[in-house]
């Protein structure tokens, strides 16, 4: 696992359960041991070894005194008014990422981040503009998860959906956040189906596919311009992998229970928003499983675009409905506490303007 600071204690959090079983052989216990201390951190939340009750004493003084479970402190929540909560995570070595509970009548979706910052440098997006620290470990990514079931727990309620969709790229993290998934879909972890976890990338597609491969998750992927020209101006990373490319690999996918793709497209008013470039972006999807979301930009300090106005981005999604593409327009959560895309970048200042 990757360590963040040097403890002298094994942190637990953020184990898979096959590492926990590793570690624990190693002592000469069962492996059902490791299903038990998995759902006691995962399910039960448990902060120190005390709580696990089923443990022997002796065994769990044998945990203590080896081995530990993080839990960085939720040093802010900001509720906006339309129920969306944000929350600003303090990490171990001073760091800070932000995590963003929406809710919904049917639904309650946690996104979360997988990056301190982001090195991307995507035009539109706040959490580029602060630059990039480093990747979060596999323990920092779930914990954000662990808080929020814990407080939606107290409310009667109950997490349904988790997305990568936070500060930083996923996929260029691909260890931690792939021990985070197993975590998520594991049994003895949060009990996640594949459906209800999304990924969300700039394009990264020789790891969108190496992931695909791994789990039955899904992505959404951000798109945000139909040609390449215009693309590599919003996004750098489309210089690394171009348009042809990415949608290709989007078409690689392996799709289960009549899922799509969804292409993630943030409108910028008189930069991606004609009509021309509705059409042109139907053309790049043709014959790809996917679903278009439209996102209008959500304003910060740190870029100069501005939103298109509600007819435009109906005109641009008519466009797309009429070319067959499956599309929809997000609403806009939590935007009047920085918590809507593009808005994240924890309490780091911006190095560039």
Not at 143 to 149: D, K, L, N, R, T
């Amino acid at each position: 696992m990757m360590k963040i600071m040097s403890k002298d204690r094994t942190d637990l959090k953020g184990m898979t359960l096959p590492e926990l079983e590793i570690l624990l052989s190693r002592w000469g216990k069962e492996r059902y041991r490791a299903r038990q201390i998995s759902r006691w951190i995962y399910q039960q939340f448990a902060g120190d070894f005390a709580a696990m009750t089923d443990l022997s004493k002796g065994f769990r003084g044998e945990l203590s005194r080896e081995c530990r479970i993080s839990s960085p402190p939720v040093e802010k929540v900001e509720t906006s008014a339309d129920g969306t909560e944000k929350y600003l995570f303090r990490l171990e070595d001073g760091e800070t990422v932000e995590g963003v509970l929406i809710p919904e009548e049917d639904r309650r979706t946690l996104c979360i981040s997988s990056q301190v910052g982001c090195a991307l440098r995507c035009g539109f997006c706040a959490t580029g503009a602060a630059g990039f620290r480093r990747n979060m470990s596999s323990a920092e990514i779930v914990h954000q998860v662990c808080i929020a079931v814990k407080r939606l727990a107290k409310r009667g309620e109950r997490l349904t959906n988790v997305v990568f969709m936070g500060m930083g790229e996923p996929l260029e993290n691909p260890a931690e956040v792939s021990r985070a998934i197993e975590i998520l879909l594991s049994q003895s972890g949060f009990g996640l189906s594949g459906k209800r976890v999304t990924v969300s990338t700039a394009g990264v597609s020789k790891a969108m596919l190496e992931l695909a491969e791994r789990f039955p998750v899904s992505f959404a992927v951000s798109i945000n311009a139909p040609r390449d020209e215009l693309r590599s101006r919003l996004m750098p990373i489309n210089r690394r992998y171009p348009l042809g490319e990415l949608v290709a690999a989007m078409k690689k996918i392996p799709l289960r229970s009549g899922r799509k793709v969804t292409a993630e497209y943030v409108l910028l008013a008189g930069i991606n928003d004609f009509e021309s470039d509705a059409r042109d972006l139907a053309l790049l999807l043709k014959g790809a499983r996917v679903k278009v979301n439209l996102i209008p930009f959500n304003a910060h300090e740190y870029g100069d675009f501005i939103s298109p106005s509600p007819e435009t981005a109906d005109r641009f999604r008519e466009v797309l409905l009429a070319a067959g593409i499956q599309t929809i327009t997000r609403e806009r959560r939590g935007a009047d506490i920085r918590a809507a895309c593009g808005q994240l970048r924890g309490a780091a200042e911006a190095k560039t303007p």
